[in-house]
C-alpha cells in the first residue's frame, strides 16, 4: 500500500524559505505526475504546483509563480518529491499535502483533486511574524 512521508513543514517569518519534501513508502512513483495541495483553515483546498513522471514537465497556481519551485529525485527505489517554497507570505500558510496520480505521468489536470489516487497526511505551514 503506498503511503507517503511528508516533511519539512515549520514556522517561518514572511520572506523566508522552508523546503518540503515527499517521499513514498511501498510503492514506485516513477511513472507518476505528483502534485502538491494546500489548504488553509476555513478554505477549500488547493492546487499549488505538479511536477510529471521525468520531471521534465511542471506547473504551478499563478500564486506561487516564481516563488516555489518543484522537483524531484527519481533515485532507484526512492522517488522523493520537493517544493522548494522561497519568499513566503502569510497567505501561505496552510497545510500542504502531496498526492499521486497513477493515471497519468504528465499534469494533465493537474489541479483537480479528483485525479489523484493517493495523499500523504500533510505537513504544516505557517507564515507568520
Known amino acids: 500500500q503506498l503511503q507517503f512521508v511528508e516533511s519539512g513543514g515549520g514556522l517561518v517569518q514572511p520572506g523566508g524559505s522552508l523546503r518540503l519534501s515527499c517521499a513514498a513508502s511501498g510503492f514506485t512513483l516513477d511513472y507518476y505526475a505528483i502534485g502538491w495541495f494546500r489548504q488553509a483553515p476555513g478554505k477549500e483546498r488547493e492546487g499549488v504546483s505538479c511536477?510529471?513522471?521525468?520531471?521534465?514537465?511542471?506547473?504551478?497556481a499563478d500564486s506561487v509563480k516564481g516563488r516555489f519551485t518543484i522537483s524531484r529525485d527519481n533515485a532507484k527505489n526512492t522517488v522523493t518529491v520537493y517544493l522548494q517554497m522561497n519568499s513566503l507570505k502569510p497567505e501561505d500558510t496552510a497545510v500542504y499535502h502531496c498526492a499521486a496520480n497513477t493515471r497519468r505521468s504528465a499534469c494533465t489536470y493537474w489541479g483537480l483533486q479528483h485525479e489523484y489516487e493517493y495523499w500523504g497526511q500533510g505537513t504544516q505551514v505557517t507564515v507568520s511574524s
Open positions: 511536477i510529471s513522471s521525468s520531471g521534465g514537465s511542471t506547473n504551478y
